[in-house]
């Protein structure tokens, strides 16, 4: 652990010194990473001086203990190696978790995509259920959303709903409720009472800047087209919704939820960056099969992440064989319980991976 804190410290004292040179300061793309690599090893560092001061303080006390002959402070001294050696295995696995490699999309912002499966009207109900789930645990976060786009129901709900969030480490909190989502519930629309299965997909992608994914324009096709709401009717006379296309891979990304045309590009565009970016990172996941293995989430859009069952009041997610029986809770926003506990799944298979 000595050894790796000093490596750490010997990086954390380049990277202070880069932070400030000018050539660095003028280099935006640069200066973001530069600052996020110093805002982590600061954190390690700060934990590492905690470690390295009860390592001191417990060596302190033992040389009293051999050296000093007065009952009350070897009393003291005995106390103070047992608080110490009680705090040093909590540091220390707080540093060991500091020191696995960082997904450096953690810190983005997100695009997150809800879109209706199997189950006809009830599948867009649930998805219209799951939007609000997300939208009430972001408010209780602090984080921001907005609406880029979205498709209604017939018989209420979303078939299709597109939103961001920004705020500290989204994409690094959310990234694990990608996947399929099933309810098992009695639908409204059902008679006889029967139990129905439903399924949304839940999509979270990265946020990504203008320097992470160049787009040229000239393969772009852009349609302008009147907003719609509810039904399909028309919501004004303007063109202000626009499609984008991107024509090397047949991806479309649109907005229709901002008055101004130039707001929708803008939203678009930052929807089709995003899918671009994701459709290059799950390539990556593929051929790291390594890495795949040891994710909770695959990125397979296909795999049955999570089930809400209403009749027993259960939510499982499946990756993790986890069980809690809250559903009305987790259906009010409140998934922190399932996001901490993949959370603590993941960082033990990284570490055990490192250990390896």
Not at 50 to 76: G, R
Not at 282 to 309: C, F, H, M, P, Q
Request: hydrophobic share 30%; net charge negative; proline share 3%.
């Amino acid at each position: 652990m000595t050894e790796k804190l000093k490596i750490v410290k010997q990086r954390f004292e380049e990277i202070s010194d880069l932070i400030i040179q000018p050539n660095i300061i003028s280099d935006q793309k640069r200066y973001i990473e530069i600052n996020k690599e110093y805002k982590e090893l600061k954190t390690i560092m700060e934990n590492g001086d905690k470690y390295n001061s009860l390592i001191a303080n417990i060596e302190e006390a033992e040389k009293i203990l051999k050296n000093e002959s007065d009952s009350e402070i070897l009393e003291i001294a005995k106390l103070q190696i047992e608080e110490a050696k009680a705090e040093l295995p909590i540091i220390e696995e707080k540093i060991k978790l500091l020191l696995i490699p960082k997904d450096p999309d953690d810190k983005k912002d997100v695009v997150i995509e809800i879109r209706a499966g199997t189950g006809g009207d009830e599948a867009s109900i649930f998805a219209g259920d799951l939007y609000r789930m997300y939208i009430k645990y972001c408010q209780d976060k602090g984080w921001k959303t907005s609406l880029v786009d979205s498709s209604e129901g017939t018989a209420g709900g979303f078939k299709e709903i597109i939103f961001e969030v920004s705020g500290e480490e989204v994409y690094g909190t959310l990234k694990y409720e990608s996947g399929v989502h099933r309810v098992q519930r009695v639908p409204q629309t059902e008679t006889q009472g029967r139990v129905h299965t439903s399924a949304a997909t839940v999509m979270i992608l990265p946020q990504v800047e203008e320097f992470d994914v160049q787009i040229d324009m000239n393969e772009v096709r852009v349609d302008y087209f009147c907003s719609s709401g509810p039904g399909g009717q028309s919501v004004n006379t303007t063109y202000s919704a626009v499609r984008l296309t991107h024509e090397p891979t047949g991806i479309v990304a649109q907005c229709q939820d901002q008055k101004s045309q130039h707001k929708n590009k803008d939203k678009a565009l930052k929807v089709l960056r995003s899918r671009l970016y994701e459709l290059e990172l799950s390539k990556k996941l593929e051929k790291d099969s390594e890495k795949r293995n040891t994710l909770v989430s695959s990125g397979d859009r296909s795999a049955k992440i999570r089930t809400y069952n209403y009749p027993q009041g259960r939510v499982t997610d499946h990756r993790i064989g986890l069980t809690l029986y809250d559903l009305q809770n987790i259906i009010d926003g409140d998934i922190s319980k399932l996001i901490d506990e993949l959370q603590i799944f993941q960082n033990t298979e990284e570490l055990k991976a490192q250990q390896n």
